[in-house]
């Protein structure tokens, strides 16, 4: 296979390992972008937009990033609290009065957004088309009693931070994160960023795939705690979702970003640099140092591993951004991922449409992260 795009002298390990996931893991379409102090030097891509037409994939492709979508609503809370709208260490109900019941009052921003809550999931059924209602899904967790004691516990949200997080987004400013995103971010990340799609973007959104029956509750290899079943299966979504058009008009900000490989690593290349974020994103050194210092470190009671979070993003541990431990970033459902080094100020993003099934080391993502650290970097 023979990508397009470009990739500077030096960069060859990364330029091979992005061909052979096309001939050794079978990707359908696909696309890496990599930012060294503010530069870029690679941008690669290849496959299929959408394979039964043989839409070819293009510069600008759009992806649903699943996941990856929280490095960028946890973005926008970090431009929030620099601007003195928001503040990680007061309390969230401050902003957002109801959600003080069942016993959250005391729960911080910063704990909402390092996934202390204790509203992984909805304690009642719900059914997928209940996800694409975020006010409705936010109230639903305002009124809830959380699985566990905020601040004694952590688990991953995989969907309800989104809603928590639009709600906060809405309480503070008036407008939602999508409207946040599309102010501040959307101008400055070439090739684009949205939670949600527009609709005069759609021809630029590549199609999933996945494998057949596979869902949301497939994701761990083990019996699911309760906790997990209602985080994690709570509707069990069907991973070619993003295809339809009601996940597309909706606003989850968990899980409905649509972005370019190049948007996603332009903005961590700014993450990646305090004077960068401070002049292109307006986010100050310390709510920076903030977001990326861990508040929690263990095991995560949703997803039974090792995790650090961060204010909205996961720092690297387990080797999953590479060798340096202060790296940081989200990845996604899928295959997904974008982060940031700071100390090669490294951005780098990779989106995809073929879904893979590995919770955690995807061997392609695993074969890029290798070879990018193989580079003389």
Known sequence: MQPSGFSNRGFEPLREAFCRNFTQHGEIGAAISLHIEGEQVLSLWGGWQERETQTPWAEDTLTNVYSTTKGVAATIVAILVSK???NYERRVADYWPEFGAQGKENITVAMLMSHQSGLSGFRDPVASDFLYDARAAAAELAAMEPFWEPGLAYGYHPITVGFLVEELCIRATGKSI?????EYLAPRCKNGIYIGCPMDQENRVATLYAPTDYSSAALMDQELTDVQQLALANPPLDPEVPNTKEWRSAVIASANGFASAEGLSSLYASLANDEAAESVLSISPPTLQHCRTPQV??????????ARWGCGFLINSEDVYGPEITAFGHSGWGGSFAFADPSRQIGFAYVMNKMGTDLINDPRNTALIKALYSCSI
């Open 178 to 182: 999508r409207e946040l995103v599309a």
């Open 84 to 86: 003195g709208v928001l």
């Open 297 to 306: 470190s263990g095991t995560d009671q949703t997803l039974a591993l090792e």
